[in-house]
């Protein structure tokens, strides 16, 4: 997508050849413009895959996936974040390990919004190792919901997370793809 990418190339910065600051428009400081362009593509993507509702995962995911499920018409699910287990049985959770920042928690998802009858579109802003995408798919596989694909911001494809993905049968949509990074150099994979 042109305009992420151009935005990526002006705006974020390779702090090394692993992370990428995208704080000044996805992350901390959010461009709206910019956002519901991506739900706009996103929606236009999955458009004919029957999808009921979008999915993402606190806390970074959820401005593009607010604007995918809005060009949708659909709701949106935040998967929450939990320290530790929750003795709750109206909940689905799920551990999650990050091996990005190393640490680990319980994802989390009330009964009540999900049912076997759902087709989720799962939406998150980065995807490196994809454990966290893969809690997600977990999580929703225990609610027998169908997972309809998964799309990401950015995706760096030098990690293993789409591989990870594509090899559970996910289709993995990402709209900027990054071959390569170096302190201040940035390439993609076009
Ligand atoms: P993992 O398997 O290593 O955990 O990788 P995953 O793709 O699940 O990403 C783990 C977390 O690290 C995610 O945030 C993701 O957004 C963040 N992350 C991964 N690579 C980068 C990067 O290059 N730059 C930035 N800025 N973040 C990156 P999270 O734990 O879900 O938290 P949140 O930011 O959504 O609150």
């Not at 990005?100 to 802003?125: A, M, N, P, R, W």
């Amino acid at each position: 997508m042109k305009i992420l990418e151009d935005k990526i190339l002006a705006e974020g910065q390779a702090v090394n050849a692993d992370i990428l600051k995208v704080d000044g428009f996805i992350n901390h400081q959010v461009d709206p413009k910019l956002m519901q362009a991506i739900g706009q593509e996103f929606a236009d993507h999955f458009k004919d895959q029957g999808i009921t509702k979008v999915a993402t995962i606190e806390s970074s995911g959820i401005a593009p996936a607010l604007t995918t499920a809005q060009a949708l018409g659909v709701p949106l699910l935040i998967l929450k974040k939990q320290p530790s287990k929750v003795l709750n049985t109206d909940l689905y959770q799920t551990e999650v390990s990050s091996f990005t920042k190393g640490t680990s928690y319980e994802l989390t998802l009330s009964q009540k919004f999900i049912s076997e009858k759902d087709h989720v579109l799962i939406i998150d802003d980065f995807l490196a190792n994809g454990e966290a995408a893969t809690g997600a798919i977990r999580l929703l596989r225990l609610a027998h919901a169908t997972v309809a694909g998964l799309g990401i911001v950015i995706e760096k494809t030098f990690q293993p997370g789409h591989e990870k993905l594509a090899g559970q049968g996910i289709e993995v949509y990402a709209l900027a793809r990054i071959a390569r990074m170096e302190k201040d150099y940035i390439e993609f994979l076009r």
